[in-house]
């Protein structure tokens, strides 16, 4: 059996966690540069907040309801998301972190226990640990375990456990269930299966076997297996690497000075660096993009990107950074107002297979000892407390988060003082 752990509105839980005062009331979490609602309470949902609704067009509504609003806060999240996981390996050996607040669990061997109390157990222990609410949804599949996920989030009545049950009665809940819900079934796909009168999952598993492979390939097909409890998508203990990195943000506020987006494009392709070193990678080439502001049209618009290719494969941050600004140097231009920047590293290969470059000058082991040490002192102290001169410190193209939580559990200075 396939169980799907899912944390309840995982962010505004995080926030609640720390400041009980908010449990009951309705509370948002914002997206970069406070723009759109990318996390609701239940409470903020019984009100009508849309996901993805930007900030401005709900003031009113905000107000109203005294709804609490939050920037996103992704250090605090991460690390809540690192509890749970962790708190899991105590009960499962068997875990594919799926997303920051998603877990597929393996259920094997599991025949001399009641799977039901088990689960129950795993949902009140990680709760208690952690402070985070979660779900717990079992079945045969992947595909069906998300089903139950869902199952379980809209009925409170089941505890935050359910569990698949006999196949005709699965029919039942599969007629309930849309098709664009469907893991695995994208907006595009549900478009074409509505057109072709499949409306629900339970019309999916009914449609003909060979049209389904005909028509939406072999992924769709292993997704109409799933949803009749036949195992098709294996569990993935280890995330496989990645092949293309990116980091890019939109601006604080919009810039039209070369210095600050060159800083702003330095610290993104800091960033693809130490990704790179965390999965023991290098990249053969980068690439660097810029744009104005699309939304608006009473400015000039300019969108642009280059690839440049590395004579040497690599993972360091000072060459990354080198030829980071030599792409933003052949892009920029003067006199539009830049809303965002980004770094790709492209054409990754693991480190031990870099190739070299006969005319290569670089010390290579001299970089490798320093990136070391570089991110040795920055996981012990924290994040780019040593840092790159060209990274800067002006920022002034940072991230609008005026209303970011404290970094309760990652930074001394933000730990709770408790009174009495």
């Given at each position: 059996m396939i169980g799907l752990l899912d944390?309840?509105?995982?962010?505004?839980?995080?926030?609640?966690?720390?400041?009980?005062?908010?449990?009951?009331?309705?509370v948002v979490v914002l997206s970069?540069?406070?723009?759109?609602?990318?996390?609701?309470?239940?409470?903020?949902?019984?009100?009508?907040?849309?996901?993805?609704?930007?900030?401005?067009?709900?003031?009113?509504?905000?107000?109203?309801?005294?709804?609490?609003?939050f920037s996103s806060n992704y250090t605090l999240y991460g690390d809540m998301s690192q509890r749970v996981m962790n708190s899991l390996k105590q009960f499962i050996s068997e875990i594919e972190i799926y997303s920051i607040d998603e877990a597929f669990l393996h259920f094997e061997g599991f025949k001399n226990f009641s799977l039901p109390d088990y689960a129950k157990n795993i949902v009140k222990t990680i709760t208690r640990s952690t402070g985070i609410p979660i779900s717990l949804g079992i079945a045969p599949t992947k595909t069906l375990a998300k089903v139950a996920s869902k199952i379980v989030k809209k009925n409170p009545e089941y505890k935050g456990v359910f569990i698949m049950p006999s196949k005709n009665e699965t029919e039942e809940i599969l007629k309930n269930i849309a098709i664009e819900d469907v893991w695995g079934i994208g907006r595009q796909y549900s478009a074409f299966l509505k057109k072709n009168k499949i409306h629900t999952a339970f019309d999916f598993i009914k449609t003909n076997k060979e049209w389904i492979k005909k028509n939406l390939t072999v992924v769709g097909l292993r997704t109409w297996n799933e949803?009749?409890?036949?195992?098709?998508?294996?569990?993935?203990?280890?995330?496989?690497?990645?092949k293309a990195i990116c980091t890019a943000r939109?601006?604080?506020?919009?810039?039209?000075?070369?210095?600050?987006?060159?800083?702003?494009?330095?610290?993104?392709?800091?960033?693809?660096?130490?990704k790179l070193r965390k999965q023991k990678s290098c990249a053969k080439a980068l690439m660097i993009f810029i744009h104005t502001n699309q939304h608006r049209n009473d400015l000039q618009q300019y969108a642009k990107n280059i690839v440049v290719e590395m004579p040497v494969a690599t993972n360091s941050t000072i060459e990354i950074i080198k030829y980071a600004s030599e792409g933003l140097k052949a892009i920029f231009k003067k006199g539009y107002h830049y809303k965002k920047a980004g770094v790709i590293a492209v054409n990754i290969i693991p480190e031990n297979a870099v190739q070299g470059n006969i005319f290569d000058e670089t010390d290579r082991t001299k970089h490798k000892k320093l990136m070391q040490t570089i991110d040795r002192i920055n996981a012990a102290m924290g994040t780019n407390k040593v840092i790159i001169a060209k990274q800067g410190t002006k920022r002034k193209w940072k991230l609008r988060q005026e209303k970011l939580s404290p970094c309760y559990t990652t930074k001394i200075s933000d730990i709770i003082t408790v009174k009495t």
């Open positions: 944390c309840n509105n995982f962010f505004a839980s995080c926030e609640r966690v720390f400041n009980p005062s908010l449990n009951n009331k309705p970069n540069n406070d723009g759109c609602v990318i996390a609701r309470s239940n409470e903020a949902k019984a009100i009508g907040i849309k996901m993805g609704v930007p900030a401005f067009e709900i003031e009113e509504l905000i107000i109203k309801n005294k709804v609490t609003v949803l009749q409890g036949i195992p098709c998508f294996e569990m993935e203990t280890s995330p496989a690497d990645k939109s601006f604080g506020k919009m810039l039209t000075d070369y210095e600050p987006i060159e800083e702003a494009v330095s610290n993104h392709a800091a960033a693809c660096a130490v």
